[in-house]
Structure formats: structure tokens, C-alpha cells
């Protein structure tokens, strides 16, 4: 065999490594290791709720961004063994959007629901977040092979078409969010990579449908 | 008779500063028993709030910058008794959007801003209008130490131990005419050393302005200094305005004029969303943002993640001082 196909063979072998799954495990865990870290050594700086709130927010659209790479690499690069790593990714998605939403509710609300209710009145882009949560903890909750039984495929499959949905109100979440002091570098970034994650996928539904 | 100054009708005192007349009668009695150690731990906590009034400013110095020495200030409300917020929390978490709008960024960026040498065009409604370099201006009144608490607009707050002295010992020296009603600020704006500037956040320079008394209220500091050293350049090096009883915003850094109108001076943030705020930005907490809770505010650094937010006061705290400036406004409207 040529020493180019062996290459592929080797990576996929890696992957699918029955350890592999454990060290991705392991990786999506550090940044909240850290996070607990940096708030139990005062390293989160002079406003440690902020801090927390905005840091597990970055992180539920980066892995947003992670998860929805899968299907472009694993068809790009022709790695069927990444989809492996696929479901995990996608509830680590949730477990980071867990985490905002605790540390938004916990150190900077103090669990009052009164001020919860007061806060979100006054701050709609709150209200797109919490949306996101709600959609997302739907496909969290379907996200095991019963439930992908007992939905049927198709079902399965266009329910979790909601995370594009997702992706989207994710983003009007963080742009209505730094529209206060118009700073959208940060959005723009996210918003061109989940846009492009998209397109690719528009980009390859309309071949199909065509060809 | 009872001769009444200009500035006795401040003098408002808030019950919490007034030392109980036990202790007061007693305090040599005191002072000897703190000598000993015999004095419980109830009193030092008293103790280490009456070493504040000493003369001398209580501060211990950071030693990071060139020391700006202070005496104790005797204006009314001006030393608050809370724990000031630590140095380094003060400076590296800041809103000075020149430098970038996350508050972190002016601590990383400030340093290219060049504030020597430096002048302060003082020019409008003023019979002796001039230039003055900032060390003239430094001597133009008595350093004194100032305790405030400050607001910022967006729910956070802070203790800073500023050092500077009453802006109005300038406005009595430059002599306001008649017709001037109102004082404007202008800041820096130096595209070379401002990373920012460019940005459409707001309109450059950064304008802010006072009603008269606002500006001749003893509370109002021309700030030279904060923790008994000259300011860190992202805290407004060398010379900013601190008005304890308004949104943060209000106390405008790096001032290179001050120029005395008759016309209300349309302000930075005023002229960027006038919905948002308005030309008074008093601490309020009954006045919500249009787009946030004014209610309440969290003090940086007070007892870490889990402290809870605390309830905002009026003029921050400042109303007996600076209430009655503001007597039969409706404070809904000229928010």
C-alpha cells in the first residue's frame, strides 16, 4: 500500500481507539477544571461573577462551533470514525450552556427568582439565551439510543435540526449582548465560523438535491 | 449671631459617621487602653475608623507610581468608613473606552498615553481664562485624601481613596462670570496614542459636563492621585474629575479643558444614546437603565464569588450632602 492511504489508516485507528473517547472526555473537561480552579485561587479577576458567566458562555460556542465541525471534517477528510465523538461533543455543548446558565442564576442572581424575572424583563437578549437552553436540553434529553429508537431516525433527525436554531439564537444572544457597547469583533468570529459550518451544509444539500 | 458659611449648608451628617458621645467622652481613656492591648476587639475595629481621622491620609501606598502626598479631608462626607477596593482591582478593571471597551484593556493599553508634559486650557465664561501646566495646577489647592464610593452605570462599584482637591477652589480662582451656568470637560483625544479612537462607540473627544453648584459642591474633585500616589494612566492619569454622588462616567478622564458656559454641554454618552443617559446621571436607584436594573450593584471584591449584590442608594450614599441640589426636580425626567 502506498504511503499515502497508510496515513488515513493510522489516524483512524486512533481514533478509534477505545481510549480515544475517555482523552476527548478528559480535554472538554479542562477549560471547567480551570474554571474551578481560577475561582477557588481568586485568578477570575476583580469581578469573579462576570468573569464566570462570560468565560462559560465563550465556551458553550466554542464547543457549538466543535460539534458542528464533526460532519464537515468527517466527510471533507473521509474519517467516518469521527461521528464517534459526535454525541458527546454535542452534550458537552449542553454542559457548558449548564453552567452559564447556573453561574448567571447562582453568583451573579443569587437564585432570586424575583430579580431573575426583574432582570430578564429589562434584558430581552436573556430571554434568547434561555431559549437556546430550552431547545438545547431537548435534544440533550434525546440524545441516547432509546430515545433515538423509540423517536424512529427521521423524527430523531429533524428534531435535532433544531441546532441550527440553536446556533442562531446563540448568536443574537452574544451580539444583542455586546451591542451596549457595540463591540462585535468577537461575534463576528463566531458568527463566521457557525455561518460557514452552515454553509457547507446548504452548500451539499443543494448538490444532492440537484444532482 | 450665627454666622453661616457658603459651604455650612452640606454640612449634613450621615448617623453612622457620628462617634457615639461615650466613646467620645471616653476616648483618652481609649486611646491608653489601645496603647495597653487591653481594648477588646469591639474597639479596634472603632480604633482603626478613628486613625482615619488623623490629619494625615490613612492609605497605605501601593508603591507602584511617584508618591502625591495628602492630608485629611474635613469635608463633609468625603471619608467614607468602607473597606476601599484593592489597588489592583481598581486598576485593572476599567472603563476608559480610548483604550478599548473591555475592562480589562485599559490596564493593557494606557501605557503609551504620554502625560508629560501636559496643560489644561481653562477658557469660556471666566474673567482670568489661561493655560496651566499640570504641576501648577497640582498646587493650586491643598492635596487632600478622599474615601468616595464609586458607581459605575453598569451595577458595579468600588471604595477609591482618591487624592485631589475640591474643584471648586479652581472655579473660585478663575473667576466664572455672571452668565456661566454650567462647566464642560474635555479629555484627551490623541489618535496616536489611543488605540480605540477610531471606533464608532462614541464621538471623540469624550465631553462631560456639571451645573455650576454641581461643580462648586466641595464633594466635586479635580483628582490628581488615588492609594497616595499620582494616578495610573488608566485611571485618568494626570488629572481627572471624580463626582461621588454620579454614574461613573460622569467623572471624565485625562481632562485637557474645562471650558464655563451658559448652555447645558451636550455630553458623550448624552449625545450616543440620550434615552440612556441623560445630562444629570445622579446614582438612582428608583431610575432604572433602559436596559438594566439600577437597584442594585455589586461591590468589586467584597467576599468573593458568593457575595450578593447590595441594594444601591441614593446619590450613592451621598444624599445628605447633595440632596438638596436637586430639590423639586423630577428626577424621572432629568435622570
Known amino acids: 500500500m502506498p504511503a499515502l492511504a497508510r496515513q488515513p489508516a493510522r489516524q483512524a485507528a486512533l481514533l478509534q481507539h477505545p481510549q480515544a473517547k475517555l482523552v476527548i472526555f478528559g480535554l472538554a473537561l479542562l477549560p471547567c477544571a480551570w474554571l474551578v480552579y481560577a475561582a477557588i485561587a481568586n485568578q477570575l479577576g476583580a469581578n469573579p461573577a462576570e468573569a464566570l458567566v462570560r468565560a462559560t458562555g465563550d465556551w458553550t460556542l466554542r464547543f457549538l462551533c466543535v ?62 439565551g434561555f431559549t437556546s437552553f430550552v431547545l438545547l436540553s431537548a435534544l440533550a434529553a434525546t440524545s441516547f439510543n432509546r430515545a433515538i429508537r423509540s423517536l ?46 452552515l454553509g457547507w451544509r446548504a452548500v451539499r444539500y443543494l448538490r444532492r438535491q440537484t444532482s | 449671631m450665627l454666622i453661616r458659611s457658603d459651604r455650612s449648608v452640606y454640612d449634613h451628617a450621615i448617623p453612622s459617621e457620628i462617634t457615639s458621645r461615650s466613646v467620645y467622652e471616653g476616648r483618652r481613656d481609649l486611646l491608653r487602653l489601645m496603647g495597653t492591648g487591653v481594648a477588646g476587639a469591639a474597639l479596634a475595629a472603632w480604633a482603626s475608623r478613628q486613625a482615619l481621622a488623623q490629619p494625615a491620609a490613612a492609605t497605605v ?18 471619608s467614607s468608613m468602607e473597606q476601599p477596593t484593592s489597588y489592583k482591582d481598581a486598576t485593572s478593571y476599567n472603563n476608559y473606552y480610548e483604550f478599548g471597551t473591555d475592562k480589562s484593556d485599559p490596564a493593557k493599553y494606557a501605557h503609551t498615553l504620554k502625560v508629560a508634559p501636559w496643560t489644561v486650557e481653562i477658557e469660556g465664561l471666566i474673567k482670568r481664562p489661561g493655560r496651566y501646566g499640570i504641576e501648577d495646577l497640582q498646587k493650586l489647592g491643598a492635596q487632600e485624601e478622599r474615601i468616595y464610593r464609586m458607581r459605575c452605570v453598569e451595577g458595579w462599584s468600588m471604595v477609591i481613596p482618591w487624592v485631589g482637591y475640591s474643584l471648586g477652589e479652581l472655579i473660585r480662582r478663575v473667576e466664572p462670570l455672571g452668565s456661566a451656568k454650567y462647566v464642560e470637560f474635555v479629555t484627551l483625544a490623541d489618535p496616536k496614542t489611543m488605540p480605540f479612537i477610531d471606533s464608532t462607540v462614541l464621538n471623540w473627544p469624550y465631553v ?16 490628581f492621585g488615588m492609594y497616595g500616589e499620582v494616578l495610573p494612566n488608566q485611571n485618568g492619569a494626570p488629572v481627572r474629575l471624580v463626582v461621588p454622588w454620579k454614574y461613573g462616567f460622569k467623572s471624565a478622564k485625562s481632562l485637557v479643558k474645562i471650558r464655563f458656559t451658559d448652555q447645558q454641554p451636550n455630553t458623550a454618552w448624552n449625545r450616543a444614546a440620550a434615552r440612556e443617559y441623560g445630562f444629570y446621571s445622579n446614582v438612582n436607584p428608583n431610575v432604572d437603565h433602559p436596559r438594566w436594573s439600577q437597584a442594585t450593584e455589586r461591590r468589586i471584591g467584597e467576599d468573593g ?31
Open chain 1, 152 to 197: 424512529g431516525a427521521q423524527r430523531w433527525r429533524t428534531l435535532h435540526k433544531l441546532v441550527y436554531v440553536v446556533a442562531a439564537l446563540a448568536i443574537l444572544h452574544f451580539f444583542w449582548m455586546r451591542a451596549g457597547k457595540r463591540n462585535f469583533a468577537e461575534v463576528a468570529v463566531y458568527a463566521a465560523v457557525l455561518g460557514a459550518l
Open chain 1, 67 to 128: 460539534v458542528l465541525a464533526v460532519t464537515p471534517l468527517r466527510v471533507v477528510s473521509a474519517t467516518p470514525a469521527l461521528a464517534r465523538f459526535r454525541r458527546m461533543l454535542g452534550l458537552f455543548v449542553y454542559f457548558y450552556a449548564a453552567m452559564h446558565l447556573l453561574s448567571y442564576s447562582w453568583f451573579d442572581m443569587g437564585f432570586d427568582m424575583s430579580d431573575i424575572a426583574r432582570d430578564i424583563a429589562k434584558r430581552p437578549f436573556i430571554l434568547v
Open chain 2, 208 to 223: 462631560e459636563g456639571l451645573r455650576m453648584d454641581e461643580a462648586m459642591h466641595p464633594l466635586t474633585l479635580l483628582c
Open chain 2, 305 to 335: 464569588l458568593f457575595a450578593k449584590r447590595r441594594k444601591t442608594l441614593m446619590f450613592n450614599g451621598y444624599e445628605p450632602q447633595v440632596g438638596q441640589l436637586y430639590a423639586g426636580m423630577d428626577l424621572k425626567k432629568l435622570f
Open chain 2, 61 to 78: 501606598r501601593p508603591g507602584r507610581l511617584a508618591a502625591l502626598q495628602a492630608i485629611r479631608s474635613n469635608v463633609p462626607g468625603a
